[in-house]
C-alpha cells in the first residue's frame, strides 16, 4: 500500500541554524501539508499546498517557513533559523484530488533543537 | 478557534468495548475523524464521519455523532492488544476545493488490561 515517507526520522541541529525536512507524499496526491507536535501538545496544522503554491497557513507558520515542492515527488519544509521551541515532530500528509477529507500522514521527523 | 478536546488515558480489558469520547467546539465543521497513533509510527487514519450523518460502522469500529452536543466517539468491539496506541479526534471544515488543515485533539491513551 502506497505510503507518505519522511527524512530524516530524527534531526538535531543548533539554534541559529537552518533545516529542511523532506516528505515524498502518495505519487498521484495533489495537496500536501505540513503539521507539527510539540511534546505532550496537540497536532498543529501549519500549511497547506497546491498546484506550487501555498493554499492555507496558520498562525504558527511565519516567515521563518517555508515550503517547496523542488521536484516531481519531493514536499519541503525549510525553517531558516531554528529555535529552541522549533523542537517537535513533524509530520507531513497528503490528499488526492476530490477527497482532500483523507489525508494521510508519514512517520514524522523529530527535530531537536538545543 | 477551533478546539477539540479528549480525555487523555482509556484502560480497559481485552475483549470488552472501548468508547473513546471526544468534544468540539466548531458549529462549522464538516468532516470529524479519528486517527490512530502507534509508538514511533506516524497518524494513520482510522475512520471518518461527514457531519450529516449520526453513525458510521466500519467492521469493529462504530463511529456516533451528536452534532447538537457537538459530541464524537469512537467505539472499539472486542479490543485487542494491538489496539494499545493514541487515537486522536480531529475536525475540518472541508471546503470542497481548498486543502483545508485538520484541528486535532490531544489523543486518548487507550490501554489494554490482560
Known amino acids: 500500500e502506497p505510503e507518505v515517507t519522511q527524512t530524516p526520522s530524527h534531526q538535531v541541529t543548533q539554534m541559529g541554524q537552518e533545516v529542511i525536512l523532506r516528505c515524498v507524499p502518495i505519487s498521484n496526491h495533489l495537496y500536501f501539508y505540513w503539521y507539527r507536535q510539540i511534546l505532550g501538545q496537540k497536532v498543529e496544522f501549519l500549511v497547506s499546498?497546491?498546484?506550487?503554491?501555498?493554499?492555507?497557513k496558520s498562525e504558527i507558520f511565519d516567515d521563518q517557513f517555508s515550503v517547496e515542492r523542488p521536484d516531481g515527488s519531493n514536499f519541503t519544509l525549510k525553517i531558516r533559523s531554528t529555535k529552541l521551541e522549533d523542537s517537535a515532530m513533524y509530520f507531513c500528509?497528503?490528499?488526492?484530488?476530490?477527497?482532500?477529507?483523507?489525508?494521510?500522514f508519514g512517520p514524522g521527523t523529530r527535530l531537536t533543537v538545543t | 478557534g477551533e478546539d477539540v478536546e479528549q480525555s487523555l488515558f482509556l484502560s480497559v480489558r481485552e475483549g470488552d468495548s472501548s468508547v473513546i469520547n471526544c468534544t468540539y467546539t466548531?458549529?462549522?465543521?464538516?468532516?470529524l475523524y479519528w486517527y490512530k497513533q502507534e509508538p514511533g509510527a506516524g497518524l494513520q487514519l482510522l475512520t471518518y464521519i461527514f457531519s450529516n450523518m449520526d453513525m458510521k460502522q466500519d467492521q469493529r469500529l462504530t463511529v456516533l455523532l451528536n452534532k447538537k452536543d457537538k459530541h464524537l466517539s469512537l467505539r472499539i468491539a472486542d479490543t485487542q492488544t494491538g489496539d494499545s496506541a493514541i487515537y486522536f479526534c480531529?475536525?475540518?471544515?472541508?471546503?470542497?476545493?481548498?486543502?483545508?488543515?485538520?484541528?486535532f485533539g490531544k489523543g486518548t491513551h487507550l490501554i489494554i488490561q490482560p
Open positions: 499546498f497546491y498546484n506550487n503554491e501555498i493554499s492555507e
Open positions: 500528509a497528503s490528499t488526492i484530488r476530490g477527497r482532500t477529507y483523507e489525508q494521510y
Open positions: 480531529a475536525e475540518s471544515q472541508y471546503s470542497g476545493g481548498g486543502a483545508d488543515g485538520l484541528t
Open positions: 466548531d458549529s462549522s465543521s464538516t468532516y
